[in-house]
């Protein structure tokens, strides 16, 4: 399958600041791009979608302010958690899809960033 | 709204056990049906993907199977290995053209 990778794996910031995660699709063009959110024994919940060139679409309840998504290139897309508060503190993946031809393809995902804000 | 369920939540079986973790969903308009393996604190490796006019997936052990009108998907493993251990999360594409997961299973093979 293809690959996406996401940086980095882990950071811990302190609170207030600002933490910029990558992911990047290394061997495919990724029209779309997802930004998922995970809790601890949960499951992933979607919070933004973004198209190459356009800007991103938030899911209801998520702050479009607070998390800021960059989609600029066909191989990278960027989230920055801005003013980073200890409730922010999540683990959060990327994937990233090719939906040239159709939206019937398979989503790649990256190996995902914890994020611990103290 | 699209809901997605998994059952069992959690599962613990001994090697070489077949097992079936299902996955069943609330709207039948969907455009395909993923299956995915995470490990603990990692990202999604996908295993199988269906197609929605498609009824069933393979992939060596695995093999999974789609039934629109039902609202359900199941993912067959055999010949359980400890190496298979990990949460096993289905998602569903639905009419947004979004991936809707479920809370996932979690899956024990004890050697």
């Known amino acids: 399958g293809a690959v996406v990778s996401q940086h980095p794996s882990r950071v811990i910031c302190k609170s207030g600041t600002s933490v910029k995660i990558e992911c990047r699709s290394l061997?495919?063009?990724?029209?779309?791009m997802f930004w998922y959110r995970q809790f601890p024994k949960k499951s992933l919940m979607l919070m933004a979608t973004?198209?190459?060139?356009?800007?991103?679409?938030?899911e209801q309840g998520v702050e479009k302010d607070k998390f800021l998504i960059n989609h600029a290139s066909l191989t990278l897309s960027t989230l920055t958690v801005t003013s980073a508060h200890p409730e922010d503190s999540s683990f959060y993946i990327c994937s990233a899809e090719n939906r040239d031809r159709g939206v019937n393809t398979e989503a790649f995902f990256g190996q995902g960033t914890r994020l611990t804000v103290v | 709204k699209q809901e997605v369920t998994q059952i069992p939540a959690a599962l613990s079986v001994p090697e070489g056990e077949n097992l079936v973790l299902n996955c069943s969903f609330t709207d039948s308009a969907i455009y395909n049906l993923q299956w995915f393996r995470q490990d603990p604190g990692k990202g999604l490796t996908s295993l199988l993907l269906?197609?929605?006019?498609?009824r069933e997936q393979t992939s060596g052990r695995l093999n999974a199977s789609l039934d629109k009108s039902s609202g359900r998907s199941t993912l067959y493993i055999a010949a359980s290995q400890p190496g298979d251990s990990a949460t096993y999360l289905c998602?569903?594409?639905?009419?947004?053209?979004?991936?809707?997961f479920g809370s996932g299973t979690r899956l024990l093979v004890r050697p």
């Open positions: 998602a569903v594409g639905d009419s947004s053209y979004k991936l809707i």
């Open positions: 269906i197609q929605s006019s498609q």
């Open positions: 973004s198209n190459e060139g356009s800007k991103a679409t938030y």
């Open positions: 061997d495919f063009q990724a029209t779309t």
